[in-house]
């Protein structure tokens, strides 16, 4: 750990994943609200890493790993289904998408 | 406050400022140009918390594939675009503010490896071959369970992404007339 304090790390990732929670909850564009996912899931793993330095253990890079590879997957399955959508209902508005049946 | 420290704030400013502009824009493109700048800025982050491989791996996956696979959605759905939009590409405004943003890091990337910096900033916390060993050894069930959620979300995209079945959900369906 350098000089950087850890608590300060966890701010900045604090910061980061408020700012991508602002987004999903204010953009009506589903791709927005993707793209705020993976700034909350960064953040998340920003922190993992932060706190894997700050014990100079590696498991915090592990677990970043792992996060890495369930953002590729939610990514690739949720634009898949924003093809499906946009196909489907001509539009991205998630109010489009949003009533049920049944 | 030390080098590191100026390092790190520059970073995070330029982190928080770009995925503040990120969440505002309203042309797709736009936003994720900023979001690359955004992840960029958070490996430099990595960079300076003694993690080279999350660093590393940063750029690779994140701003490299994550972020290509939006742009081509997009490119997707610029097909059937509403409107043209002719030289939104070259205009200025574009770009200054990504070009400004990454200019500032590349100037920090610089200004860390004149100072002679081989292998991060100061002496690397976890050094990748520990992560490895940690990866490979304690978390090999969750490398096995991590490759069949990737196989799981490759069936699940190209099963959703084909465009020949009429529908996969009821949610899809064509309502009855």
């Known amino acids: ?102 | 406050m030390t080098f590191e420290a100026v390092v790190f704030w520059a970073a995070a400013a330029i982190a928080v400022a770009s995925t503040l502009l990120v969440i505002t824009r309203s042309n797709a493109v736009h936003a994720l140009l900023y979001l690359i700048v955004s992840f960029l800025a958070v490996a430099v982050m990595f960079f300076v918390l003694g993690a080279p491989l999350a660093a590393g791996l940063e750029v690779i996956i994140y701003a490299g594939a994550i972020v290509v696979l939006f742009v081509f959605v997009v490119m997707m759905f610029n097909l059937q675009a509403e409107r043209p939009r002719p030289n939104a590409w070259t205009r200025l405004r574009t770009w200054a503010g990504p070009a400004a943003l990454s200019a500032i890091l590349l100037a920090e990337m610089v200004i860390v490896l004149a100072r002679g910096g081989k292998h991060g900033l100061g002496p690397v916390a976890v050094p990748p071959r520990a992560v490895g060993s940690s990866l490979f050894g304690a978390y090999v069930l969750g490398v096995e369970l991590a490759a069949m959620l990737l196989l799981a979300a490759v069936v699940g995209a190209a099963h959703l992404g084909s465009r020949k079945p009429a529908s996969h959900h009821r949610l899809f369906e064509e309502p009855p007339s």
């Open chain 1, 1 to 102: 750990m350098s000089s950087v304090p850890y608590e300060s790390v966890i701010v900045v990732a604090g910061v980061l994943f408020v700012l991508g929670l602002a987004g999903l909850l204010a953009r009506r564009n589903l791709l927005f609200v993707l793209v705020s996912l993976e700034i909350m899931v960064n953040a998340a793993g920003l922190a993992f890493v932060a706190a894997g330095s700050r014990w100079g253990r590696p498991d915090g890079q592990v677990v970043f790993l792992f996060i890495l590879a369930v953002a590729a997957a939610e990514v690739s399955v949720g634009l898949a289904l924003l093809l499906q959508i946009r196909r489907h209902f001509k539009t991205l508005d998630s109010n489009a998408a949003g009533t049920m049946k049944g």
